[in-house]
């Protein structure tokens, strides 16, 4: 029992933590995400062949299993890969996983990680470490402890109490008056998650009752995080999964000054012909670029910053027309949405893919005067099923991005500008916020 007992507590050390064991305790069954079993299984063998593990191909499924020779203190013991069927952390999870993970180190900076450690710690979620814990697999588990480790390292010496938006009295304060400050600013369409995208907060607990009340405009409950900030007592977290390494910027520190700089390149209308594909591009810098397409079936088109700025970053259609409106001015053309095109295309659908026609014609980049209009007709009808989807995302992506080629370079250049702030969350009106990600 002792060499079992040992044998699992080395796996809970390579990060594993779903295991199943036999009555008879000389089996430990390790759950996996199935994506990556077999490397999981090569690794831990690799890790066990000094205290003599070996590899049996022939027991134990397409994989094997991990057994050991008889000079192994583990012999007699036997381990096997199974893939773990369980759904995925979703996000209120997993952030809330990196929020115990990150309490458990400011706690104690030593920590190993443990249920123990973990269980010591309080943090406001709606889900329990145990839950977590049973829930996670190792790759969450690994992200959590890189999260918790590069958080600690940056803001050591200082005792917060961590703050997840599935139960936090502080985050529910902090965002409803952010909310009602932005429509006062005249920005009711601003989603809260691009005014900050803090997924995780660490506050010191002299703040955790703070008045936001007080605070008049946008301006000056940014001006405040700012400051709290720059004191080490409020620290808003976004969170991507991190794999090997984990890095940490700071984005909106400075309120109300953002601005990139940009520099037009170029348009397309499609990677291949016009209408092999739903999307249009807009380059610029270089290399970097905003695709523009549905990215849910039937749905309005998205912008989406693709290369070096906000690399999928994305700003809604009504955000895109906003930007549009103020940076091209009186000759802003509202996109029809969705529900709109399709009700054009129930009406009369020829008439709807004719009109498309000249329009796209019109555009000399789109390459569409190369077609005549019966084969642009029997072309989109020819997709079927996926026609009106199609045409929706076509029709809106040419109708934005011919709107930018028409329009004034320098026009451009501030919508695109603004577009990169947007979607990575750095707008004039956004609030300092920390990005930890992998490299």
Not at 229 to 255: C, F, H, N, R
Request: glycine content about 6%.
């Amino acid at each position: 029992m002792a060499a079992f007992d040992e044998l699992k507590t080395r796996l809970q050390k390579f990060g594993y933590t779903k295991f199943e064991d036999n009555s008879a305790k000389t089996e430990i069954k390790v759950f996996v995400a199935k994506s990556s079993r077999s490397s999981e299984f090569a690794d831990t063998l690799e890790k066990l062949k000094p205290l003599g593990a070996t590899h049996n191909a022939d027991i134990g499924g397409f994989l094997g299993r991990i057994e050991f020779n008889d000079n192994s203190s583990f012999h007699g013991l036997r381990i096997l890969f199974k893939p773990d069927s369980s759904a995925e952390l979703k996000a209120d999870e997993h952030e809330s996983l990196s929020a115990y993970f990150t309490a458990a180190k400011f706690n104690n900076p030593k920590t190993d990680y443990s249920l123990d450690d973990l269980k010591k710690v309080s943090v406001e979620s709606s889900y329990t470490i145990d839950f977590l814990f049973n829930k996670a697999t190792k790759v969450w588990i690994k992200s959590s402890i890189l999260h918790a480790e590069k958080l600690h390292r940056h803001f050591r010496g200082n005792t917060y109490v961590m703050h997840q938006r599935s139960k936090s009295k502080f985050i529910k304060n902090l965002y409803d008056k952010a909310k009602e400050l932005l429509k006062a600013a005249g920005k009711p369409r601003m989603s809260l998650d691009k005014w900050n995208p803090g997924d995780m907060w660490m506050v010191n607990s002299s703040y955790e009752n703070h008045n936001f009340d007080q605070y008049e405009t946008i301006q000056e409950l940014n001006t405040f995080l700012a400051e709290a900030y720059k004191d080490k007592k409020i620290i808003g977290v976004s969170l991507k999964q991190a794999v090997k390494t984990a890095k940490m910027e700071v984005k909106a520190y400075k309120p109300g000054f953002f601005q990139k700089e940009v520099t037009l390149d170029g348009f397309s209308y499609g990677k291949q012909a016009f209408l092999k594909s739903k999307d249009a591009f807009i380059f610029f810098n270089g290399g970097a670029g905003v695709a523009f397409r549905a990215f849910k079936t039937g749905q309005d088109v998205n912008a989406e910053i693709t290369g070096r700025f906000a690399a999928g970053g994305k700003a809604s259609l009504n955000v895109v027309d906003d930007i549009l409106k103020e940076c091209v001015g009186r000759n802003f053309e509202v996109t029809l949405r969705s529900r709109e095109i399709k009700a054009a295309i129930s009406k009369n659908q020829t008439k709807f893919i004719k009109d498309f026609y000249k329009k796209a014609r019109a555009v000399s980049s789109t390459g569409v005067s190369r077609m005549t209009e019966d084969a642009f007709v029997k072309e989109v009808m020819s997709k079927g099923s996926s026609m009106i989807p199609f045409l929706v995302s076509k029709y809106q992506a040419f109708n934005v991005v011919s709107q930018f080629e028409k329009a004034r370079k320098d026009d451009v250049e501030c919508a695109l500008s603004k577009l990169i702030s947007y979607a990575g969350s750095e707008t004039e009106l956004s609030a300092v916020y920390v990005k930890v990600y992998t490299r």
